[in-house]
């Protein structure tokens, strides 16, 4: 238990780029180096944290220490990958707070604020094309984009237009025949 | 109490995250930004650079520095212990529920997972339209989404070259 402690927390200072990031630096740790898991339990360990709501990297860690000691070793677990990040931005936050009213700061984040809108256009992007093999996938766009019409022109709630979407897409779904697995 | 807000919104997050972390993002953004205006669009995207440029999940990050820009420490804890808490309930309950309650579950997982492209979008054009204002930040817009697109570069890095080129370009 110990050992996984130290290797969650190792991977969370360790794994940059958020969760996914984090995924293949775990494989190599749990499943190569300290072969607390076979390859294939690995696998299924993250598929279903990707099944369920929240940060995958967290789920991840929550699932390996229920394995391990229930609850008890749940939290733990997701201590250990939580609190090294938790303090790592909290210092940037001090730290960036009181400098960013410098000039090349302030340059140097206009230009990652373009970046950063990049990286999110372009995750929303390839997210739809994955549903562009279902059999009804023009529909599926639209009902997509006219969802986020809503909340950008007539300020829905975005949880509100995203849960009556997804609903709407259930029935879709089940009348598709041989539909594609979503995975990852 | 507004600790107790602050704790609800991210809970609300971190219950809805179908996707992973990098999906809540665009409720994130809608939370924050319009519905309580805690932050403006540029601040948000601030915390996302400096979120993605540190280690951890980012949704984890970017509710610790929310957090703690409003209310300093504490706000940070319970921002943070309130987009954590959900993956628990997940976890060893609901997906339990789910599983045996409904047949069509795996549905209605796979439409939600869909269904999160609405608020991510919405977030993506919210921010564009406050980024790119002139032909200078359009022309950066456009070459930077060429590069995501073709050439496969670390996040981090593609921030640190976004922000280089800000700095180039004397934004």
């Given amino acids: 238990m110990l050992d996984l402690i130290l290797t969650l927390m190792k991977i969370s200072i360790i794994g940059l780029g958020g969760g996914y990031g984090m995924l293949p630096i775990m494989r190599e740790e749990l499943v190569e180096k300290k072969k607390k898991l ?26 390996l220490g229920r394995m391990e000691k229930g609850v008890l070793g749940s939290i733990l677990c997701a201590l250990s990958i939580v609190i090294p990040p938790f303090f790592a931005i909290l210092g940037v936050a001090i730290f960036f ?6 000039k090349l700061v302030e340059s140097f984040m206009k230009g990652a604020r373009i970046g950063v809108t990049i990286i999110i256009i372009n995750f929303a992007i390839n997210l739809m094309r994955r549903i562009m093999n279902h059999r009804f996938a023009f529909f599926m766009l639209a ?42 | 109490m507004e600790y107790v807000n602050l704790f609800l919104s991210f809970f609300k997050i971190g219950f809805l995250a179908f996707g992973g972390g990098y999906a809540a993002l665009g409720m994130i953004q809608d939370e924050i930004v319009r519905i309580h205006g805690w932050m403006s669009n540029s601040e948000f995207l601030d915390l996302l650079s400096l979120a993605q440029i540190t280690p951890g999940p980012i949704a984890v990050n970017s509710a610790t520095y929310i957090g703690y820009k409003l209310l300093g420490l504490p706000g940070a804890i319970s921002a943070t212990l309130g987009v954590t808490l959900p993956s628990f309930l997940w976890v ?30 919405a977030a993506g054009i919210s921010l564009f339209r406050t980024t790119v204002v002139d032909l200078r930040t359009f022309i950066l817009a456009v070459a930077l989404f060429i590069l995501m697109r073709y050439k496969k570069i ?13 700095m180039i370009l004397r934004f």
């Fill in chain 2, 92 to 121: 060893f309950v609901i997906i339990n529920l789910i599983e045996r309650v409904l047949r069509n579950s795996k549905y209605l997982l796979d439409a939600l997972k869909m269904g999160i492209v609405t608020p991510i979008l």
């Fill in chain 1, 38 to 63: 076979k390859d294939s339990e690995f696998l299924s360990i993250i598929a279903k944290a990707q099944s369920v709501p929240g940060p995958i990297a967290l789920n991840t860690a929550i699932l």
């Fill in chain 2, 154 to 166: 670390p996040l981090i890095v593609f921030i640190g070259l976004s922000g280089l080129l800000g």
């Fill in chain 1, 97 to 102: 707070e009181k400098f960013r009213h410098v």
């Fill in chain 1, 143 to 184: 009902l997509l984009i006219g969802g986020s019409l809503a909340i950008i022109v007539f300020k829905v709630p975005s949880i509100l237009s995203f849960l009556v979407v997804a609903f709407i897409i259930v029935p879709i779904l089940k009348l598709e025949e041989g539909r594609e697995k979503w995975n990852t």
